[in-house]
């Protein structure tokens, strides 16, 4: 089983819906987690750090770490065009290590 | 403006020849770390380096080496052990122990 994993997609929604990315981890010592967003041919840049449970929100993103079901989640409110990426979570282990999965792929339609 | 620089963007390579990926960072971080990432498959680990001079190997390390002989620059060199490069490489860097990585730009290697 991989550490950390997300379901490919593509995810389609038209614009203005509510997206929920998801990811689950196979380890409950895992604490620090992370949601990075990747546009085509580019480096994913870091959208979200959230530690232990609970919810963290920013704009329009909010992360939500279950950890009785170890499950973390970005949820995008009114999502736009320009939200079409790859999302990908990451767990932070020691050393400053990050695991990612294998990222979600979105498209928002206009 | 810090950050992490990748050269060159695009990177073709003959079969049997070894190539070189830069990357460069200013933004003071100790650790960097080279990604490859195939379609559908994430990120995995090649090589990261948490000081200078110092460097271990990630999960797929066969076929590749790195050098850090400074703490801003840490380049990779795909040998032709590597049977199947082609793919998109990304460099990242952090303080060791803090924080999240910044990504570079990448580098999309395509052998002829």
């Known amino acids: 089983q991989k550490e950390v994993e997300q379901d490919p997609g593509p995810l389609s929604v038209p614009e203005g819906a509510i997206v929920s990315l998801n990811c689950t981890y196979s380890?409950?010592?895992?604490?620090?987690f992370m949601w990075y967003r990747q546009y085509s041919r580019k480096g994913p840049e870091l959208l979200m750090y959230?530690?232990?449970?609970g919810n963290k929100e920013d704009g329009r993103f909010t992360a939500q770490v279950d950890k009785s079901s170890k499950y973390i989640s970005l949820f995008i409110r009114d999502s736009q065009p320009s939200d079409s990426a790859t999302y990908l979570c990451?767990?932070?282990?020691?050393?400053?290590?990050?695991?990612f999965g294998g990222g979600t792929r979105l498209m928002v339609k206009p | 403006d810090g950050g992490i620089t990748q050269s060159p963007k695009y990177l073709f390579r003959k079969e049997g020849q070894n190539v070189t990926l830069s990357c460069e960072q200013n933004?003071?971080?100790?650790?960097m770390y080279w990604y490859r990432q195939d379609p559908g498959q994430g990120l995995r680990l090649i090589y990261y380096?948490?000081?200078?001079?110092?460097?271990q190997k990630g999960d797929i390390a066969e076929g590749y080496s790195v050098s850090r002989e400074k703490k801003e620059s840490f380049p990779l060199t795909v040998t032709s052990a590597q049977k199947n490069p082609t793919a998109f490489y990304l460099c990242?860097?952090?303080?060791?122990?803090?924080?999240?990585?910044?990504f570079g730009s990448g580098t999309r290697l395509t052998v002829v």
């Open positions: 990242a860097s952090s303080q060791v122990g803090l924080g999240g990585y910044t």
């Open positions: 380890n409950s010592a895992f604490q620090y």
């Open positions: 959230t530690y232990s449970s």
């Open positions: 990451a767990r932070k282990g020691a050393g400053n290590m990050l695991t």
């Open positions: 933004l003071n971080h100790d650790a």
């Open positions: 380096s948490q000081i200078v001079n110092d460097f």
